[in-house]
């Protein structure tokens, strides 16, 4: 069974930088999409950053310029994303969960599988 661990949450004051990552050990393939999402009290969950195998990057319109992802696969031993979130604001507080897509072809046909983290608890406060 696929298990994402995520570390790195934590409390910080406005201005600082945390470091968010996740981990997928023991498994044989690689994922397509790795990211992350994030989701505030009374609010849905939001996109944060995703980094693709095609090595494209989104990010939602709000961590633009302040948020970096990136992703380490080797030899598909372990998938690895990290998310660096500098000049942090008070609106960042949420918990931030870790998301793993496989995308394969079987017979033909597209088969979709996605993971999710248990969430890490990100508050931004002076």
């Known amino acids: 069974q696929v298990q994402l661990e995520e570390s790195g949450g934590g409390l910080v004051q406005p201005g600082g930088s945390l470091r968010l990552s996740c981990g997928a050990s023991?498994?044989?393939?690689?994922?397509?999409?790795m990211g992350w999402y994030r989701q505030a009290p009374g609010k849905e969950r939001e996109l944060v950053a995703v980094?693709?195998?095609?090595?494209?990057?989104?990010?939602?319109e709000s961590v633009k310029g302040r948020f970096s992802i990136s992703t380490i696969s080797r030899d598909n031993d372990k998938n690895m994303v990290h998310l660096q979130m500098n000049s942090l604001k008070t609106e960042d507080t949420a918990v931030y969960y870790c998301?793993?897509?496989?995308?394969?072809?079987?017979?033909?046909?597209?088969?979709?599988?996605?993971?999710w983290g248990q969430g890490t608890q990100v508050t931004v406060s002076s």
């Open positions: 998301n793993a897509v496989r995308a394969v072809v079987v017979d033909g046909r597209a088969q979709r599988t996605e993971y």
């Open positions: 980094s693709r195998s095609s090595r494209t990057k989104t990010y939602a």
């Open positions: 023991g498994i044989d393939f690689m994922f397509n999409v």
